[in-house]
C-alpha cells in the first residue's frame, strides 16, 4: 500500500510538470515542483520552438533517493488558428540511474484565450516496475486579461494509471503574470502540490 | 484507457486532417504599408487599422519619429506564449519598444523612421516562438 501509494504520488506530481514543454527559439525554462512525496527542478533549453532538452533532479522524500532524468520533448504538430492554437508533444526521459528507469509518452492541447483542453498518455518504467498513466484536463479562464496582467485559470483534471485502474479527478487553480506561472493542485490522496515555473 | 483512445485518435484524426502546416504563412491578409500621420482610428490604405485604442495610443506615446508595425498573429491565445516574442525582438536593437494586444492578436513593433522593416524578418521572428504572422501595417508617427 505504502509503495502503491508512493508510486501514485509520484505519477500525479510527475505529471503536471508537463505544461508548457518547450520555449521560445533560444528560451530556457526553469519548473520547481514541491510537496512532502517529492521535490524536483526540472530546467529546459529549446534550440528551437520545436523541441527542448532538458535536465530534472528529483529528491524523492518517501525512498530518501534522488535521481536525475535527461528529457526530451518534442513537438509533433501545431496548428495555429486566429483565437486558437493545438499542440500534439512527444515526451521522454531518461535516468541516469540506468537504462531500466525511463518515461515515454505523448501529450496534446488545445485551446483558446477562454478555454483549455488536454490530455496526455505516458509510459513509466522504475527499476522492475512498469506502469502507464493518463489524463484529461479542462480549463476555463474566469476573465480575460490583457498582456502584462495577472491571468488565472480554473481546471479541472482526472487521470488514472495502471496500477490501481482507477479515476482521480481534482482541481487545479493555475495562475501567470510575466514571466511566471504558478499552480495549484489538490488530491485527497496526495494533498496539496505547488508547481512554480519561470521562462527566462 | 478507451476514453484516453478514442480521445486521442480524434485529436490526432483532427491534426493529421488539417492540412495547414504551421510553418506555412497565410499571406492572404498580408499588406505592407507605409504612410505618414496615420493613427489608430484612421484608415491605412484604405483598411482599418484593428488594434486595441487604448493600447496603441498608450504604445506610441512619447514615441517621435518613429514608425511602427502592427502585425497580426495566429496563435498568441496566451500571455505566457506571447512572452517569447517580446524577448526576441527585444534582441534586435532596431526595435524602440514592443508590445502585445492579445484581444486582437496583434504585436506592435516600433522603430526609427528611416528604417526598412522586412515582413520576412518579422515573420522569423514570430516563427521562432512558434505562431505565425499573417499580415502587417506600417503606421508613422
Not at chain 2, 34 to 61: A, C, R, Y
Amino acid at each position: 500500500m505504502g509503495i502503491k501509494f508512493t508510486i501514485l504520488a509520484i505519477l500525479f506530481v510527475s505529471s503536471n510538470i508537463d505544461a508548457r514543454p518547450i520555449s521560445y527559439s533560444g528560451g530556457s525554462t526553469l519548473m520547481m515542483f514541491s510537496d512532502s512525496m517529492k521535490d524536483s527542478v526540472y530546467y529546459h533549453y529549446s534550440p528551437t520552438y520545436k523541441y527542448s532538452v532538458g535536465i530534472e533532479q528529483v529528491k524523492n522524500n518517501y525512498f530518501k533517493d534522488s535521481s536525475s532524468y535527461l528529457r526530451l520533448t518534442y513537438l509533433a504538430n501545431r496548428k495555429n488558428t486566429q483565437n486558437s492554437q493545438r499542440n500534439l508533444y512527444f515526451q521522454s526521459g531518461l535516468s541516469t540511474n540506468g537504462v531500466d528507469d525511463y518515461f515515454y509518452g505523448i501529450h496534446g492541447d488545445w485551446e483558446t484565450r477562454r478555454w483549455f483542453v488536454g490530455f496526455g498518455l505516458k509510459e513509466v518504467k522504475k527499476e522492475k516496475v512498469g506502469f502507464s498513466q493518463q489524463h484529461l484536463q479542462f480549463g476555463v479562464a474566469p476573465y480575460l486579461g490583457e498582456y502584462g496582467d495577472l491571468h488565472t485559470w480554473l481546471m479541472v483534471k482526472t487521470k488514472k494509471n495502471s496500477l490501481n485502474n482507477d479515476w482521480s479527478t481534482y482541481p487545479v487553480l493555475k495562475f501567470f503574470k510575466g514571466n511566471s506561472l504558478i499552480e495549484f493542485g489538490y488530491n485527497n490522496k496526495t494533498e496539496w502540490d505547488a508547481h512554480y515555473m519561470y521562462r527566462f | 484507457m478507451k476514453l484516453i483512445g478514442t480521445f486521442l485518435f480524434l485529436f490526432s484524426s483532427w491534426a493529421i486532417a488539417s492540412d495547414h502546416s504551421h510553418d506555412h504563412m497565410d499571406h492572404s491578409d498580408m499588406m505592407h504599408h507605409s504612410h505618414e500621420g496615420h493613427l489608430h482610428e484612421k484608415l491605412v490604405d484604405g483598411e482599418k487599422l484593428i488594434v486595441n485604442p487604448e493600447k496603441f495610443d498608450k504604445f506610441i506615446s512619447g514615441l517621435t519619429n518613429a514608425q511602427v508595425a502592427v502585425v497580426s498573429v495566429k496563435g498568441m491565445v496566451c500571455d505566457f506564449c506571447a512572452r517569447g516574442i517580446e524577448k526576441t525582438f527585444q534582441k534586435d536593437k532596431r526595435v524602440k519598444k514592443i508590445d502585445v494586444d492579445l484581444g486582437q492578436g496583434k504585436v506592435l513593433v516600433a522603430f526609427d523612421k528611416g528604417i526598412d522593416i522586412n515582413f520576412e524578418d518579422i515573420k522569423k521572428k514570430i516563427l521562432a516562438n512558434g505562431q505565425n504572422a499573417t499580415g502587417m501595417q506600417i503606421v508613422s508617427i
